[in-house]
């Protein structure tokens, strides 16, 4: 599912931005392409993993603008593309995404250097919020 028409809800600015990459790690497929199609609406170009260890080789192959993870279960299997990403550039803006509120793996995530926590269902507007957030959108001169 698609944003909705490039004036609506701002996504203006990401149909005009530069093609940024992203990495997209989701162990459920449905929720990995519907990750992938909201990203690819903002003009990104992503790479999406159904692992974390097949999201480990694609960070550790190729810089990144925006990482988005899921947390797998309360054992948080999504902790080492987290720990991960952030060893190799912790500036790199990571979104952990969860089933449902575990507040153990909130506050690790945060502590571990992730720049949000949302739990699922995720709106393409909130992805939008922080993924414009996180990543520097070049501004457009009118």
């Not at 996504?11 to 929720?31: C, N, T």
């Not at 159904?50 to 192959?61: A, F, P």
């Not at 797998?72 to 299997?77: K, L, N, V, W």
Request: proline share 4%; glycine share 10%; hydrophobic share 40%.
């Amino acid at each position: 599912m698609k944003p909705g028409g490039a004036n609506q809800n701002g996504w203006d600015q990401f149909a005009r931005a530069p093609r940024w990459k992203v990495l997209v790690i989701h162990e459920d497929p449905g929720e990995l392409h519907y990750y992938c199609d909201v990203l690819e609406g903002f003009g990104c170009r992503v790479w999406a993993c159904d692992s974390y260890q097949d999201g480990i080789h694609c960070l550790d192959d190729g810089a990144f603008d925006f990482v988005m993870v899921s947390q797998g279960t309360p054992s948080f299997e999504g902790r080492c593309v987290l720990e991960r990403a952030v060893v190799i550039d912790r500036l790199l803006p990571v979104l952990v995404v969860a089933r449902c509120l575990d507040m153990m793996c909130y506050l690790e995530s945060m502590q571990l250097g992730a720049v949000d926590y949302l739990v699922e269902p995720i709106t393409a507007s909130e992805i939008g919020r922080v993924f414009g957030t996180h990543v520097r959108v070049q501004s457009i001169a009118a």
